[in-house]
Structure formats: structure tokens, C-alpha cells
């Protein structure tokens, strides 16, 4: 089956300099901040990764010259912060076909694959010590579920996609909420899915 381009489709990264750019963890972990913040100072994610804010305007700056973040022209006017913000709201994604034919495109698709794997996992964990803070609603709204099937490759592609249009769903809608003023009780949510093959 072949996928077509959409609108609002993740960036497809083929360059191995820039999927390599996502080989330090820290710059995935500031990716992720920005990504959920909208904009922030380089002050402000170093107090989330207990970072000096100089380090981290490093990274943002490296994340920059790959076109992964830029700053954010509406803020900061007097000049004595600098904002950033992630260069695109579609967020981006990378195929291990497009790295495989070379040992270090393959080492990179390894490492960034396995790093924002850990990442995720630090997430879920996280949620899970303080899941009791959340309250009945949410903890209750919260899922973790796992299915067993037996599809074809092109019937994974397909499934893939459908969750990807969910997902663009529940955005837009969160997006156009936010526009009209409708904030409350909204919250960051993560959602995890794997899909992959395997022989018992």
C-alpha cells in the first residue's frame, strides 16, 4: 500500500545530520518541553532538565541550525530573553529505510529510536508515582492496553495511518478549544503506541 502526503504531516526527516542532532537526549527532552509549552526561555526549560540555562541555550541553538526549533518572534521584544518554539506544530518522524543502507545511518536511527523510547518510558513513570495527585477523573480516564493481532505489513501501514488521523482529530479540536478560550480543565496528555512485529 502507499502512503499519501497529508496535510499536517509530520516532517520526514532523510538527512542523517539532522536525525543525528536528535542523538544527545537532552536536545529530545527540550524538544519534548517546547513541543508541549508553545514557547519558552532557555532559563525557564533549564529548570526542567536541572540544567545550566547555558547548556541549554546551546542545544536549543544546535536544534535551530538543524530547523527543528526557532525563536519566537512575538516574545522577548526587549531583547534581555530569547523564546523559543518548535518550528513546526506537526512535529516530524523518520523512516529507518531512508538510513539503512550505511553503519551510521543505522547507528542513528538505533540511537534516536532507543532514546526517545526511554524518554516515553520516563514519562509513563513519572505519571505512575504521581498518579494519586491526578485525582478519580483522570486516573480513570488514563488507559494501557495491549492487542494482540495478526495483520499483514501493508494492514499495519494502514492502521498506522488511521491512528494518525485520530490523533491530527483530537489536536484540531484541542486547538480550536484553546482559540475559543476554552482552557479549563484541559491538561497535556501523552499517548503511546507501538505497533510491531513479532513471532512467539
Not at 545550566?52 to 536549543?60: D, K
Not at 494482540?148 to 499495519?156: F, G, S, V
Amino acid at each position: 500500500m502507499r502512503r499519501t502526503k497529508r496535510d499536517h504531516e509530520p516532517e520526514q526527516i532523510t538527512d542523517l545530520a539532522r536525525l543525528r542532532a536528535f542523538m544527545n537526549p537532552l536536545r529530545m527532552q527540550l524538544y519534548r518541553l517546547l513541543y508541549a509549552a508553545g514557547t519558552a526561555t532557555a532559563s525557564q526549560l533549564a529548570e526542567h532538565v536541572d540544567e545550566t540555562p547555558s547548556l541549554v541555550s546551546y542545544h536549543l541553538r544546535k536544534l535551530s541550525e538543524h530547523g527543528f526549533v526557532t525563536q519566537a518572534g512575538d516574545r522577548g521584544a526587549d531583547g534581555r530573553e530569547r523564546w523559543w518554539k518548535v518550528a513546526s506544530e506537526d512535529g516530524w518522524g523518520f523512516r529507518e529505510s531512508d538510513f539503512a543502507d550505511t553503519p551510521e545511518g543505522a547507528a542513528a536511527v538505533g540511537a534516536v529510536t532507543r532514546g526517545i523510547f526511554d524518554t516515553r518510558v520516563a514519562q509513563y513513570r513519572a505519571y505512575l508515582d504521581q498518579k494519586a495527585a491526578w485525582g478519580r477523573a483522570w486516573t480513570d480516564a488514563a488507559f494501557g492496553s495491549e492487542w494482540l493481532l495478526e495483520l499483514t505489513a501493508d494492514e499495519l501501514a494502514e492502521m498506522s495511518d488511521e491512528f494518525e488521523a485520530l490523533a491530527r482529530h483530537w489536536r484540531e479540536r484541542a486547538k480550536a478549544a484553546r482559540a475559543a478560550g476554552g482552557t479549563e480543565g484541559r491538561e497535556h496528555v501523552s499517548v503511546h503506541l507501538y505497533g510491531f512485529p513479532f513471532r512467539p
